[in-house]
């Protein structure tokens, strides 16, 4: 049985923890959820820790990028910076492996 049609926000049971954003208090991450639907279909974005499981969260842009190289993230958005995993110098899988091996799961 297919468990939605977003099973990243789909827990197991069936239940998710929903969070609404309204324009007036969160003006900038609203327009960027509409942008999201409009190109896209799908109005949700999923917000969640950043991080690989078992990895500290990401604190700074350095970690940040090391994390978004070493998974299967498609786009990396900080601040004004959007960046494209297809733009980016190809990821050495070896290096991505090993660096994900060194965290343990929680």
Known sequence: M????????????????????D???????????????????CGVIINTSFNIRGEPIVCNPAEAYRCFMATEMDALVMEGCLLLKSEQPKRDDRAAREFIAGFQPD
């Open 2 to 21: 297919k468990r939605s049609d977003i099973p990243a926000v789909t827990h197991v049971d069936m239940s998710a923890r929903v969070q609404t954003v």
């Open 23 to 41: 324009e007036r208090r969160h003006g900038r991450f609203w327009r960027l959820m509409k942008e999201f639907k409009r190109r896209t279909g």
